[in-house]
């Protein structure tokens, strides 16, 4: 079992940032991908930012250019970097980890962008 958390959403204006934290714990080893999603409402979950387990790093193509993610292994905890931000970035962004053939998700922050 892998349990996550997110923190670090909330209420900001457009062209503003936000730093998201995921502390992950539990079953820490042959973790392949961990990184974040989300989900606006009526829409599909999408990808925002993810690390594969073959070191690549891959971005949606909305988030490419402002969003930066990155880790502390030491401390078991991912970071998304959300820059220039815009009202289409509104919706609950979701911590994701992939263990062997498990799928593990947080219980999501709202990050809510205004005009």
Same mark, same amino acid.
């Given at each position: 079992q892998v349990q996550l958390v997110?923190?670090?959403g909330g209420l900001v204006q457009a062209g503003g940032s936000l730093r998201l934290s995921c502390v992950a714990s539990g079953s820490m080893f042959s973790i392949n991908n961990m990184g974040w999603?989300?989900?606006a409402p009526g829409k599909q979950r999408e990808l925002v930012a993810l690390f594969s387990s073959g070191? +690549?790093?891959?971005y949606g193509d909305s988030v490419k250019g402002r969003f930066t993610?990155?880790?502390?292994n030491a401390k078991n905890t991912v970071f998304?970097?959300?820059n220039s931000?815009?009202?289409e970035d509104t919706a609950v962004y979701y911590c994701y980890a992939r263990r062997r053939t498990?799928?593990?998700w947080g219980q999501g922050t709202q990050? +809510?962008?205004?005009s």
């Amino acid at each position: 079992q892998v349990q996550l958390v997110e923190s670090g959403g909330g209420l900001v204006q457009a062209g503003g940032s936000l730093r998201l934290s995921c502390v992950a714990s539990g079953s820490m080893f042959s973790i392949n991908n961990m990184g974040w999603f989300r989900q606006a409402p009526g829409k599909q979950r999408e990808l925002v930012a993810l690390f594969s387990s073959g070191g +690549t790093t891959n971005y949606g193509d909305s988030v490419k250019g402002r969003f930066t993610i990155s880790r502390d292994n030491a401390k078991n905890t991912v970071f998304l970097q959300m820059n220039s931000l815009e009202p289409e970035d509104t919706a609950v962004y979701y911590c994701y980890a992939r263990r062997r053939t498990y799928d593990y998700w947080g219980q999501g922050t709202q990050v +809510t962008v205004s005009s």
